[in-house]
């Protein structure tokens, strides 16, 4: 076959354009710009030809544009093989192509080429084209490596630095806040919440951190669910469209993350992660989550540890009530903040009586029923302790000397009614406020003398303190 010199200078100046659009391809480390440019390049190399890109395999496209039912498509043909197909079309007269985009372990899409008013393609432009097609294709699969090695190193710090963070003694508000906002900021979850189980596994109990949705009851059927399916399964849970027609919230959450809290192979709670839109969270956001949870276990159940520990030293183990220490400390902190405060000393009369004739057991169970009822009638804020022995305290931020003198001698009353054996109490209460120089250790003598006060003028009463 004789060549003219124009067809050789053609051909010449196609395999310069490839050499240097091959050069450039292998300089893309971003799969989006590779994208972009591969219609471009193919077209300008060849303006006689249409070039059209399938980035992916279809399974619905498995038999479409066939002309027999039972023949496989060429593209899917071409993914499938990774070998050139060629379809001919002499009623319209053209031919086409479909080129793979091969790496070394992927097809990473097929180039179709249609070729009109041609029976069939040169095998210089087929060569030239696939040479081409070759190049891209390892191009796509190199920026798809890097973008995943760079995904992994940021995954990797994302964990490492939570790890880090969780682990620098926090307190475990803080430790869940935290863990909470990196979730939120990381997945762009819309609910977080943490819980975790009681050792029987009858309860559940809702950490901090947790997104208030989970504090709602629409959330129940949410928790209910995912916890005896964790319970089951004792794994992850993975859920792309969650869809109950019984539920009935405005906010239905289609995508779902559950994820156990293990710790030495026993099940201590579980997180859940969830987004309005089905199909939000990937697999690889899931791993992600996984692997986050896994490294942060360890300081999360550290900070739990470190709660239990700070509340067996701020609780009385057997009234569960404030032990003295708290109660100092709430005293101390209210006196610096506040402008006025009550103090109720609490003594139960002939207590000694009480261990001789019935023994220590029913002293002690005496101590807890007043005890209890001194928690039914406070508020939240206020601090209920032991003092010690069968003495009580209670202290009564910004309560004024009338109210606080009013609780008391409901108190009284409520021990006299309430008690089997039934005991009474004696009440020694003093005031402060910001009007007078005071002192914490003034504060307690004033109620001191109170109580000692009632106790020796008939017990079973009130008396407040001398002076104001």
């Known amino acids: 076959m004789v060549v003219s010199e124009s067809q050789l200078k053609e051909e010449i100046s196609k395999y310069k354009k490839l050499y240097y659009a091959s050069n450039r391809f292998h300089t893309y480390l971003d799969e989006t710009k590779i994208v972009e440019e591969i219609i471009v390049t193919f077209e300008d190399l060849f303006s006689n030809y249409r070039f059209f890109l399938q980035q992916s395999l279809e399974i619905n ?20 093989t990774g070998e050139i197909q060629v379809e001919q079309s002499r009623s319209k007269q053209s031919c086409i192509l479909y080129v793979p985009l091969k790496g070394k372990h992927n097809v990473n899409g097929v180039i179709q080429v249609i070729g009109p008013n041609i029976v069939d393609f040169p095998v210089t432009d087929i060569e030239i084209i696939t040479l081409l097609a070759n190049t891209v294709g390892s191009a796509i699969e190199n920026a798809k490596l890097y973008s995943k090695s760079k995904q992994v190193i940021s995954d990797l710090q994302l964990i490492n630095e939570t790890t880090i963070e969780l682990n620098s003694n926090l307190r475990l508000p803080e430790t869940m806040k935290y863990l909470s906002n990196q979730i939120i900021q990381t997945f762009n979850a819309q609910e977080v919440g943490f819980f975790l189980l009681s050792k029987d596994r009858s309860k559940v109990r809702v950490l901090p951190g947790t997104t208030p949705f989970f504090l709602t009851k629409p959330s129940k059927i949410y928790v209910d669910l995912l916890e005896a399916k964790i319970h089951t399964e004792n794994e992850s849970i993975f859920i792309e469209d969650f869809n109950l027609q019984h539920i009935n919230d405005l906010k239905k959450y289609r995508s779902i993350i559950a994820i156990p809290i293990i710790q030495s192979n026993n099940l201590k709670g579980f997180s859940i992660v ?22 942060s276990s360890l300081a999360l159940m550290n900070s739990l540890i470190q709660e239990e520990l ?34 109720i000393l609490m003594d139960i009369d002939n207590f000694k009586e009480i261990n001789d004739t019935f023994g220590h057991q029913v002293g002690d169970d005496v101590i ?54 039934k005991v009474t109490v004696s009440c020694g209460v003093s005031y402060w406020n910001k009007d007078r120089q005071d ?30």
């Open 61 to 80: 496209s498995l038999h479409k544009n066939t002309n027999k039912e039972n023949e496989v498509n060429p593209i899917v043909k071409t993914f499938i």
């Open 274 to 295: 969830m987004h309005q839109n089905p199909n939000f969270f990937s697999l690889e956001e899931f791993n992600l989550l996984q692997a986050l949870l896994m490294h």
């Open 310 to 343: 700070e509340n067996m030293v701020k609780t009385d183990q057997l009234t569960k009530l404030h032990s003295r220490n708290s109660l100092d400390e709430s005293i101390h902190y209210s006196m610096r903040d506040d402008n006025e405060g009550t103090f």
């Open 368 to 421: 807890i029923q007043v005890a209890k009822l001194i928690q039914k009638n406070i508020r939240g804020n206020d601090v209920g302790a032991r003092w010690g022995g069968e003495e009580l305290a209670i202290y009564l931020p910004k309560v004024s000397m009338d109210e606080g003198l009013v609780i008391a001698e409901r108190l009284v009353k409520t021990v006299a009614d309430c008690t089997f054996p």
């Open 439 to 468: 002192t914490y250790n003034y504060l307690f003598k004033r109620a001191d003398e109170a109580l000692y006060l009632a106790k020796s003028t008939g017990k079973n009463k009130v008396v407040a303190q001398k002076t104001a």
